[in-house]
């Protein structure tokens, strides 16, 4: 059983669909990436899954499942957000208050999400949890301020936080797009690395493909709020059979492609019936005005040959 189970999840707002049917089973020690453009539809999952969607946005699902705990409402995603899945904020700068040390933030974690009453033991583990995200002096940094922290420090310290009340499941959203090449190179390991040694089940949400390739194990490539293609990632990034999968990979600057693929995502009002990447589709006939089903990970009516 994965530790998360998620079928059929639609978010909308009071006249618009952002995001339907998505589905997937996510286990321990595992990544998962969920790729595509921006207003895909990627970021509003994730935060569905954690129930922090903004006022005027709501979530419904046919069936999900964290941690063996069925969920059904956003009151009890709520109940396990930060002690069984918890979301890494995408601006760490942001996240922190700039009054606060570090250790200080962290502490709260441990003490009202985590439960730890004793000082010595929040002391402890905070100390333990700075040292496994790669300060190698948590002495130090626990007591200074964000403001006095690099860029990628942050992210770390924001990373600590999060931690703290060792979920099993962890949601980030595009963590290295602040980051410069070294730094992304170091999170995407570190990450990679968390996954392994807690066992946590990763779901890793991203623009950035050589990203998603560096780390993840399956793939979830979304379009226009729907799943055009998943898989496991090797499979699926090695010979895509969605038309957009393969535009995006085909079009991937870290390869050296400069080829951007033609057009961009319909606007919510402007989606074509059917298949929604039509406009943009050179393989797209009449049978494509019906919305394909999601067949063994595809939905497509012409998909690209198996390579
Ligand atoms: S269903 Fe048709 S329009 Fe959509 S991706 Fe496949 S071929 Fe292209």
């Keep these: 059983m994965g530790l998360v189970e998620l079928e059929a999840l639609e978010v909308r707002t009071s006249d618009a669909v952002l995001v339907e049917g998505l589905s997937f089973t996510l286990e321990a020690h595992r990544i998962l990436a969920v790729v595509g453009e921006s207003g895909s539809g990627k970021t509003v ?3 569905a899954l954690c129930g922090l969607l903004p006022p005027g946005v709501a979530a419904r699902w046919r069936a999900l499942t964290i941690a063996g705990t069925p969920v059904a409402t956003s009151a009890d995603l709520a109940a396990l957000r930060g002690r069984v899945i918890a979301a890494m904020p995408q601006d760490a700068s ?4 700039p009054l606060m040390r570090i250790g200080a933030l962290i502490d709260e974690v441990l003490e009202h999400v985590a439960g730890l009453e004793s000082a010595a033991e929040r002391t402890s583990r ?10 190698s002096e948590p002495f130090a940094v626990e007591r200074l301020f964000p403001h006095q922290l690099s860029g990628g420090m ?4 924001v990373l600590a936080a999060t931690l703290a009340a060792n979920p099993s499941v962890l949601l980030v959203d595009e963590p ?3 980051l410069d090449a070294a730094l992304r190179t170091n999170v995407l390991a570190l990450f990679k690395e968390l996954a392994q040694r807690r066992g946590l089940a990763l779901l890793f949400i991203t623009h950035d493909l050589a990203a998603a ?3 993840a194990d399956d793939v979830i490539v979304v379009y226009a709020g729907r799943v055009a293609e998943a898989g496991a990632l090797t499979k699926v990034f090695g010979a895509p059979r969605h038309p957009y999968t393969a535009g995006l990979l085909a079009a991937r600057l870290d390869r050296g492609n400069s ?5 961009s995502i319909p606007a919510l009002g402007d989606r074509p019936v059917g298949c929604r990447f039509q406009p943009r589709c050179a393989r797209a006939s009449p049978a494509c005005a019906q919305q394909p089903p999601l067949t063994v990970g595809i939905a497509c009516h012409h998909p690209l040959e198996p390579s």
Aim: aromatic content about 4%; charged content about 25%.
């Design 45 to 47: 999952s994730a935060l």
């Design 94 to 97: 942001a996240a922190l208050d």
């Design 126 to 135: 905070r100390r333990s949890l700075l040292s496994e995200v790669g300060f």
């Design 154 to 157: 942050r992210q770390r310290a």
């Design 176 to 178: 290295t797009t602040a």
């Design 213 to 215: 390739e560096a780390i």
């Design 259 to 263: 080829r951007a693929m033609a057009g």
